[in-house]
């Protein structure tokens, strides 16, 4: 089975700080990607990758950058928290093949920014 | 408006009940995604289709690329189907656009 980490569950941050979520992979898929989930609004891509070292910016990015350095891992980070950014946020990965495009998900970190 | 729009957002129903759950969307997409978010947040994907209809167990999900129009049906429904649904749309190069989701609670 395709497993998908995400490093926390939980996190509790202070405004200004710089914060890293950190998903890793282990099915070697070529793409993943960073999501923000609010009420109301539904999922709303923030990042993607489809390979080591690419980044695409998705709908939402301001405030965020992203790192890959390895297949497997992909870093979302904040780099100077504000409380706007107080949200659920999910990692997935696909493969590239259309036959693996089925997203595969992290079970998803809590942000709170105080 | 939004691209992908579910009906409805809110539906409760007794055990048993026929259930469905209605996605439209304005854009042009290579395929469609239907997955189930359970309370503490995971998701899952439960199907990706292209056309006509794919069945697994008690769920069914149908596309009509000409209307612009899924749906997921569930049959038999169980207390422990209740969860969020959610409909995506890949518009190509698996950038999904998401619908706000429909909140299910199925009662005993």
């Known amino acids: 089975d395709v497993k998908v980490t995400q490093s926390s569950r939980y996190l509790v941050k202070r405004t200004g700080e710089k914060v890293f979520l950190e998903c890793v992979q282990d099915m070697d898929h070529e793409n993943m990607f960073w999501y923000r989930q609010d009420p109301g609004l539904g999922l709303r891509l923030i990042y993607f990758s489809y390979d080591v070292k690419m980044k695409e910016k998705g709908d939402i990015p301001e405030g965020y950058s992203v790192s890959r350095e390895k297949k497997e891992r992909f870093s979302l980070i904040l780099e100077s928290a504000s409380t706007n950014q107080t949200s659920m946020y999910l990692c997935?990965?696909?493969?590239?093949?259309?036959?693996?495009?089925?997203?595969?998900f992290g079970a998803g970190t809590r942000l709170s920014v105080l | 408006k939004n691209e992908v729009e579910q009906s409805p957002q809110n539906l409760t129903a007794q055990e048993g009940e026929f259930i469905t759950i209605n996605c439209s969307y304005s854009v042009g997409i290579s395929a469609l995604h239907w997955l189930q978010q359970h309370p503490g947040g995971g998701i899952v994907s439960l199907f990706m289709?292209?056309?006509g209809k794919k069945k697994h167990g008690r769920l069914i999900a149908t596309i009509n690329i000409q209307e612009k129009h899924s749906s997921l049906h569930i049959t038999a429904s169980h207390p422990r189907d209740s969860a969020v649904y959610i409909c995506?749309?890949?518009?190509?190069?698996?950038?999904?656009?998401f619908g706000q989701g429909t909140r299910l609670t199925i009662n005993p």
């Open positions: 995506a749309v890949d518009q190509g190069a698996q950038k999904l656009v």
């Open positions: 997935a990965s696909t493969g590239r093949e259309p036959a693996k495009n089925i997203q595969y």
């Open positions: 289709l292209s056309s």
